[in-house]
């Protein structure tokens, strides 16, 4: 048995990858592409990428943001992260020709891989779903490299009215914060420069458009689309600069002091350090 803490996680965890098994069998990934690729496509731009970045993606569903990165990064890696083990099928079936991509299921508090190696992590449309807010934030911050950056971007917040009933649409739990929520959950977990914005999204709205159950009339998915999507940027601290430790004089016994304790081996996931292993489902 579990603690009663981790118990009720995974039970959460479980019924996400449950739900999102759904979304995968009945072809639901690309229906996620074409709402948020805008929106994703002005994130990417903001993150100002080098050739050998390492990248997180976490809730990569199917993997079309992946697919994205992938040939902005080619001498980097990206690694797709999903509760779901249909939409990792399906984002290594649609990944095939991308050979800098890897895909692999696990949840946002137990990231499969070793610490401080990611030099960029994002998610879309995920953040919101993660069981233990606390717990994902502090995740992200074990395997982001130092001096590395995260991406959070997602349409349901308290700031944006036209989309909190999509909440009541959805079969799992979902957190309603504020921008200043989010900005105090991640910056109490060690990062600096924690900042929000908002993205518009000037995604066309089709000619032939009716109303549903997400969007009540045109009115008011245009509404909602000059919101625009959230946008959570942060940093992880650097390392402090090479040089002579002071000691103090007082302290007892000598310190032994690792001169690189966080070298970072290779620019490839072929070359990473070994993930550690998480538990089975």
């Known amino acids: 048995m579990y603690p009663p803490h981790l118990q009720k996680r995974y039970e959460q965890e479980e019924r996400l990858c449950e739900e999102f ?26 993150m100002e990428l080098g050739r050998d970045e390492r990248i997180l993606e976490l809730g990569c569903g199917d993997g079309w943001a992946s697919r994205l990165l992938s040939p902005l990064c080619p001498e980097g890696a990206i690694l797709g992260v999903d509760i779901s ?17 890897l895909f692999v299921p696990g949840s946002a508090e137990e990231i499969p891989w070793a610490e401080a190696y990611f030099t960029r992590v994002i998610s879309i449309e995920s953040a919101y779903y993660w069981p233990s807010l606390e717990g994902a934030a502090r995740e992200i911050f074990r395997v982001t490299a130092f001096g590395g950056r ?8 308290e700031e944006n009215p036209h989309s909190r009933h999509w909440a009541d649409l959805l079969n799992v739990p979902v957190h309603l914060k504020s921008a200043t929520e989010w900005v105090e959950l991640f910056r ?3 990062f600096q420069n924690v900042e929000t914005d908002q993205i518009p999204d000037d995604t066309p709205i089709p000619e032939d458009f009716e109303p549903d159950v997400h969007w ?12 625009g999507a959230l946008l959570l940027t942060a ?16 302290a007892p016994g000598p310190i032994d002091v690792d001169p690189d304790p966080f070298r970072i081996v290779g620019t490839s996931l072929a070359m990473a350090p070994a993930p550690y292993t998480s538990r089975e489902k």
């Open 188 to 190: 109490d977990c060690g």
């Open 85 to 101: 083990d249909e939409m990792i099928r399906l984002a290594r079936e649609k990944s095939v020709n991308h050979q800098n991509v």
């Open 21 to 46: 098994d759904r979304w995968a069998l009945a072809g639901r990934g690309p229906e996620m592409e074409s709402h948020h690729r805008r929106i994703t496509e002005k994130t990417i731009e903001r």
């Open 216 to 227: 009540r009339s045109r009115p008011h998915r245009e509404q909602f689309q000059r919101a």
């Open 150 to 157: 995260i991406y959070l971007l997602f349409n349901i917040y």
């Open 235 to 250: 940093s992880k601290p650097g390392l402090p600069p090479p040089g002579p430790i002071e000691v103090n004089p007082d």
